[in-house]
Structure formats: C-alpha cells, structure tokens
C-alpha cells in the first residue's frame, strides 16, 4: 500500500489538474463527497445533529464546505466556522463556499479572539466537529489563533472528524506540531500519508478511511512514491515457496554468534526463532566456558564453543574460528548478549569486515561499530541492521527521543549512506532499503514490549536469509511475521501484555502459515 508525503501528493495533484485534464474542482468535489459519505458512515445517529466545521482558507477548508453541503443535503444542521474573512477564500474553495449560502448554510467569519470570544457560548453545543483547518503540508508548529482553536476544540471532549490529516500533524513523522486535533476519525484523499500511521499520529488519527478521488494509476506511478505501509498481500507476494522434496540441507545453514556470561537466552532465543521461521540447520557458536549451558537451552541447534578472551567474554582469539565456522553457511546473526568489552568489539567489527555471507546484526554488533558506522560502507556483502531507538541513536549521535521525532527521515538517511538495510524497531517498524524505499509495519502490538523480543526478530530475519531470501524482503517479511505472531498472542488468553519472547516464538510457524498457505 502506497503512502505519499506532501510534496507528492501536490505533484499527484498538479499533474491530474495540468496534464491529465481534470479539473481541481472536481477533484475537491470527490474529495468532500467521499469524506462526507465516511462521516455518515461514521457518525450518523440521531443524538448527533448539529455538526460544526471549522475550517481555514485553503483547499483544506474547500473540502469541508463541500462535506458542509453534503451534510446539510442529509439534514444535518450545520454551521460553519471560517477562520478568516470570507473575501480571503480564493479558487476552488472559493467557489465552494459561495454554494453554502443558496442551502441557507450559515457561515461564521471567526477572524480572532474577540469574535470567537461572541459564539464559544454557541459552539459549545455543537454535537459534533468536523476539522478542515490546516492540511497536510503543515511543517511549523501551529500557534496563534489557530492554536487557540485547536485546543479549545480538543478541551470540548465531543467526536472529531478530520479532513486529509488532523490539523497539526506533520503528514510525514506523525509528531504533532504544538499542538495538534485529536481526531475520532480521519478521511483521507487518494493515498494515506505516513504520519496516519506513524505513532503519536496514529492516536490522533483515529479511525482513517482513504478516499479515492479520481487520481489516474499512472499519474501515481509518475510520481512514484517511496513510503509503503506492509500487507498481508504485499508480503504473501514474497513468499517463497518450498519445494515438497526440501529437506534439512536444502533449507539453509545459519550461523549465530551471541551470547556471553548472564546473557546466553539471547543466543538461545536468536537460534531457536531462525528454526521456527524454517531455516534447515541453525549453529551457535558462544563463548567456551558458556557452551554447555547452551546445550541444554538449544535442542535443535548445534552449538560451538569458542576461545575466549576472558571468562564468558569473546574477543580476537575466536575469530580463526569464527571464519572457519562460516564455511557453507548461508548467514551470520551476530550480537545479541555479547557485551560491549574492547575485545569484542573489536572482534565483531573483524568479523562483520570479513564476513563472506549476509549478515543480521542486532544489539551489541550495533553498540560495536557506533564508533565507525563507516565500516558498513566497505562491506562486499549485505547487511541488515535492527537498532531500537536508543541503538539508532547511538549510530548516528542522537537521542531516541531524536530518532522518534523523524523515523523514516533518520532510516532512510543512514539506510542509503550506508548502503545497508535498516530496521528501526518500535511501534511501528520502518524498513528503509539501500534504494530510499522506506517500509512501514502496523502488525504488533504493546504486550512486545518485554525482554527478548529483539532477539526473536533477529533469528526471524536471520532465518529468512538464510532460506534464501533477498535481504529487503526478509526484513520486510520477517518484521510483519514478528507482529503477526505477538498479535495473535495479544488475542489468545495470554491477555493483551504479559507475554514472553519464547511464547511469541512459538506463534511463528502459525503466523507464518497465515501467509505462506
């Protein structure tokens, strides 16, 4: 599913008006038409009558005079609420609010304080309140009168229905601008935008239905957006399929090298999600002293032990063996539980420069090249990254509170520099490829949000690879694989938290049947 950003959207526009010939009235006319049919869908009962629309100058406000008179064709009693004067309503939303005074639809010009200070006493009683103020190419934050608005629309606690995007959203990071409508739902014209989906904007959005409004498919595919929202099509469409004479040999070898003293369910979890999600044969290779302990959490997966710098601790003297260890395999899942020691730093950065298969790194590989990410950008082969906010910060020296405000800005940048694929993991996974395609996931849900869960995803993608997936469809696949199997937990009777990484693993066989079969 496509998902545009401002910039592409007006393009899509331009060109539909421009070249392709339809009217940009007309496409406001579609625009509110759809939006009022989801609003009747939506809202349509007989304890909401009277509907406010307060709406700005622009096109935004265009598409709320429209729905305005459609509403009021479906008996609704509507006001609305022009934050300007109406002389400096220009083009098609001009002509659209010439059409609400012959339906007899009043039109207050609230231009300031003083005169909302008149009607607040009267728009308290509103039932309902439709938000066609600023649209979708928002950058700034909102302030002034418009902020006032805005807030004094949210502190009414009554349903709101936004036109395109709530206003105040950034359509592209889902980070509210200051302060932002909370929306009950959303109506959203010709291709969703990420910041719909993107949390906080996600909670503002609401409800959100696209509305088709008559872009031709090959004025989009012109444009050619970049930003995509995961579906179960899209991800059945990459599945590959196995031959009914696969056996263990066929199906690939994985290698993963984690782990250290307090930290060997890592590795075990890493291992044992790869063979879950379908890889043949699946090594793990740990610190010496730690390797019968790993016995008895694998059964399935060999194990490995390695020479050791200290204690539970690995460092150059493994990585002969490491090279050795990675003859015929298909993978490398590096990171998970190995500690961030000098040694192993440095020994991860060897193998990963090394490396003459594909490799997953998660965790302490992150922590290991934060210092040089530089080091990803001489690899002969491909790498995927999966940093949480706080990992992706520590790559390019920034805060996760940082990262959260521009996900896909910050993946996509970092993903293309450095020629790697990227998982930036949290509500919401964004995927970015080499190529500046950027993937958004909305499977999960809040009860992941316990230890492990990383690591399950890095044998999940790991697992995929080594099966022989290309690296950008199994971090797309193994991402929405990863949600899919919490979801199905967060349905079960394990309730919508409290849930463990070795339950969720568990559910992969069944989520992955969900697409395969």
């Known amino acids: 599913m496509d998902l545009v950003t401002a910039k592409e959207m007006q393009r899509m526009d331009f060109l539909t008006i421009d070249s392709f010939g339809i009217p940009g009235r007309v496409l406001m006319e579609s625009a509110g038409r759809g939006a009022a049919d989801f609003f009747i869908e939506k809202f349509s009962c007989s304890e909401i009558k009277k509907v406010g629309v307060v709406a ?3 096109n935004n406000g265009g598409d709320g005079f429209v729905i305005a008179r459609y509403l009021a064709q479906k008996k609704f009693i509507v006001t609305v609420y022009l934050l300007s004067e109406k002389n400096e309503v220009k083009g098609d939303a001009e002509a659209n609010l010439k059409l609400l005074a ?110 088709d409004i008559g872009i031709p498919a090959h004025i989009a595919k012109q444009v050619n957006p970049k930003q995509y929202l995961l579906t179960r099509d899209s991800i059945c469409n990459s599945v590959l399929q196995r031959a009914p004479e696969a056996h263990k040999g066929t199906s ?20 044992t999600s790869a063979m879950r999600t379908g890889a043949g044969l699946v090594s793990v290779a740990v610190p010496g002293s730690l390797n019968s302990i790993m016995e008895g ?59 003459p298969v594909p490799v997953v790194l998660d965790a302490d590989a992150l922590n290991s090249i934060a210092e040089n990410p530089g080091i990803l950008q001489h690899l002969k082969i491909p790498a995927i990254l999966t940093p949480h906010p706080g990992e992706m910060g520590r790559l390019i020296n920034k805060t996760p509170g940082e990262i959260n405000q521009d996900k896909i800005g910050y993946a996509r940048d970092f993903a293309v520099r450095h020629n790697v694929y990227l998982v930036l993991k949290g509500a919401r996974t964004v995927i970015a490829n080499p190529d500046g395609r950027v993937y958004l996931n909305h499977t999960g849900n809040s009860g992941m949000a316990s230890g492990g869960m990383g690591d399950v995803l890095t044998g999940i993608i790991a697992g995929l690879v080594t099966q022989g997936y290309p690296p950008g469809a199994a971090a797309r696949m193994g991402v929405y694989l990863h949600g899919s199997a919490a979801d199905q937990l967060f349905s079960s009777l394990k309730g919508p938290f409290g849930f463990l990484a070795s339950d969720l693993m568990t559910c992969i066989p069944s989520a992955l049947a969900a697409v395969v079969l």
């Open 56 to 58: 700005g100058k622009g």
């Open 102 to 211: 012959p339906l007899d639809i009043p039109v207050v010009e609230l231009i300031d304080k003083t005169v909302f200070a008149d009607y607040q006493t009267s728009m308290v009683h509103q039932d309902i309140w439709i938000d066609a103020i600023l649209g979708t190419g928002l950058q700034s934050d909102v302030k002034g009168f418009f902020k006032i608005i805005i807030e004094f629309i949210n502190n009414l606690k009554k349903p709101v229905f936004a036109v395109d995007i709530p206003s105040g959203l950034n359509s592209e990071t889902g980070v509210p601008c200051g302060v932002c409508i909370k929306a009950d739902a959303t109506a959203t014209f010709a291709f969703a935008k990420p910041g719909h989906f993107l949390f906080p904007g996600a909670h503002y959005t609401g409800e959100l239905k696209t509305v």
């Open 252 to 271: 690939g070898h994985l290698l993963v090298i984690a782990g250290s003293t307090g930290k060997t369910g890592a590795a075990a979890l890493t291992a």
């Open 297 to 355: 959490l694998v059964v399935e997966a060999m194990t490995h032990p390695l020479p050791e710098s200290r204690e539970g601790l690995l460092g150059i003297p493994a990585f002969e063996k490491i090279m050795e260890l990675l003859s015929g395999k298909q993978c490398l899942a590096i990171g998970p539980g190995l500690g961030t020691d000098s040694e192993t730093k440095e020994l991860i950065r060897s193998v990963i420069s090394k490396s």
